[in-house]
């Protein structure tokens, strides 16, 4: 589970209203004393101290605090302290799958299983399909016998206490409506680049489930008939929400097969898929003038495109498809704890940055340290050669911050353990590909995403100058069977990294 600290000096309870009205969170709880308001959806929750700090704790924290930055100004990341265990819940008397709960339908070696896993500590318990059929029938409404007379037949449900919730849920707000990008802002593409998607399916099984509609499940099951009992073949996404998570069959998309890639694909096109499938892996961010179109560096395919001619690929957003809306860049943007430069200013550094890149002959993980020094010393210099080689070491205790990590997806903690094995090497390795460590750099200096989640540039560049670092040790250490891209690991641990919203450079928890 994502669980990120920020500062919040000088915002009000006005502003923290607001912003939560914004992103269409409810407030949840509010404790007395240092008084504190927690908002959030079935998802995720934000629990702030006006004045003081905002802890974001969910899936996807980091994506909430890149939302949460562009309506509230967030100080510097602050270490979280250690949790305490949750105590274990009494039965509940109207069963229901607790917010917190996700549930994944698993066939593996043609075993099928239900996967529990509790977002908040990474718990994980694995249930017969026949438990599954009697739980996905508990909503709250009805107790252990109406629940059985509903099931059809009694199964128990003895044992996965933990895991349900009791009653109705608090009614949800309507989700939050994602600012539009305005009609007359252009969008602005990497250079020279296409995708070419090698159709292995490396994506399909590397982040779990990918949320489907029930629209866009109803289409899918239309064009590719499942072998799969119906409690199987959807669970739902998240506990409460109207999305729908797709089973996994061996650890891929039910929806993938070898021989044909995407069957929806295959069967009904590009445009039939659901939306986060067409668009990965893709990024918008609109930076004020522009809607910077970029890719996501964390599939090979992402890569290896880089090295073929465009003709060969299709355009990363793809032809007749609405550009969904853009993150917005903050602004003022946070440069150091500090420092802040508006976003303009921003802009025409990180487009110095991407042409500089090109011919910048030196070591590229010690260049973006040299470069994080210097914005923390003079603030953004247009002057790129400047910039000092700095070699700082991984933070001591990482190895074994990556080998505790949780993640939903067997490859990415399969990608998490294989850099907890990389950590623990010593020195600064030279670089197998530096090709693809400069072409890493330069899509998220063209995508305005090297500074996201509104953290000061200067701390996040040293985050990608350690994350080049890890996955050089990373190509000098064997893969584990079920990592995705053992050829490259930076892609590798890219995606592991954002799946299991973790960041190689944040502080141990209990320091500042
Ligand atoms: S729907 Fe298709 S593209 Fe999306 S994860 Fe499943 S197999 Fe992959």
């Known amino acids: 589970m994502g669980r990120l600290r920020y500062g919040l000096e000088g915002v009000d309870e006005a502003a923290i209203t607001r912003a939560m009205d914004a992103l269409g969170a409810p407030l949840l709880n509010l404790a007395a004393g240092p008084r504190e308001l927690t908002f959030g959806l079935a998802e995720w929750q934000a629990t702030f101290r006006p004045g003081d700090h905002v802890e974001v704790r969910g899936h996807d924290a980091e994506g909430v605090v890149e939302r949460l930055a562009s309506h509230l100004s967030l100080g510097p990341p602050l270490a979280c302290p250690p949790e305490a265990p949750a105590p274990e819940a009494p039965a509940p008397r109207r069963p229901r799958l607790a917010e917190t709960v996700r549930a994944r339908a698993h066939v593996i070696d043609g075993e099928p299983s239900v996967r529990l896993r509790d977002v908040r500590d990474g718990r994980e318990a694995v249930i017969d399909p026949a438990v ?35 009653g109705l849920p608090a009614p949800r707000s309507a989700p939050p409506v994602a600012p539009a990008v305005a009609a007359a802002r252009p969008i602005e593409a990497l250079p020279g680049y296409a995708l070419r998607c090698d159709g292995s399916g490396g994506c399909c099984g590397a982040y779990g489930a990918v949320p489907f509609t029930a629209e866009e499940a109803a289409r899918a099951e239309g064009l590719v008939p499942l072998g799969l009992p119906r409690p199987l073949r959807f669970t739902p996404y998240d506990a409460g929400g109207d999305r729908l998570a797709p089973a996994q069959v061996d650890r891929s998309c039910v929806f993938f097969a070898p021989e044909v890639g995407c069957r929806i694909h295959a069967a009904g096109g590009a445009r039939a898929k659901p939306a986060p499938c067409q668009l990965y892996p893709a990024t918008l961010v609109d930076d004020g003038v522009a809607v910077r179109l970029s890719v996501a560096p964390e599939c090979a395919c992402a890569f290896e495109s880089a090295d073929h001619d465009p003709a060969d690929g299709v355009p990363l957003l793809p032809p007749g498809m609405a550009a969904p809306p853009a993150r917005p860049l903050p602004e003022p943007v946070p440069l150091s704890p500090d420092r802040a430069a508006p976003r303009a200013e921003l802009a025409a550094w990180c487009d110095a940055l991407f042409a500089h890149l090109e011919d910048e002959p030196r070591d590229l993980a010690a260049f973006a340290n040299g470069l994080a020094a210097r914005i923390d010393a003079r603030g953004l210099d ?17 190895a074994a911050r990556l080998a505790r990590a949780g993640a939903e997806s067997d490859a990415a903690r399969a990608v998490l353990a294989w850099a907890a094995t990389a950590a623990a090497a010593s020195g600064w390795p030279e670089p197998a590909h530096p090709e693809r460590e400069r072409f890493y750099l330069r899509a998220l200096a063209w995508g305005r995403r090297l500074a996201p989640a509104g953290r000061p540039l200067s701390a996040a560049l040293r985050e990608r100058a350690a994350r080049i670092r890890l996955a050089r040790s990373m190509g000098a250490t064997p893969a584990p069977a079920l990592a995705r891209a053992p050829a490259h690991p930076l892609a590798a641990l890219e995606g592991a ?16």
């Open 132 to 166: 599954w059929d009697v739980l996905r029938h508990a909503d709250g409404t009805r107790d252990r016998d109406a629940l059985t007379l509903a099931a059809g037949r009694w199964r128990s449900l003895d044992g996965v206490a933990r895991w349900l919730a009791d």
């Open 382 to 398: 247009p002057d790129l050669s400047r910039a000092p080689l700095v070699e700082a070491p991984l933070p001591p205790e990482l």
């Open 497 to 512: 990294l954002r799946h299991a919203s973790l960041r190689l450079t944040d502080p141990p928890q209990g320091e500042g």
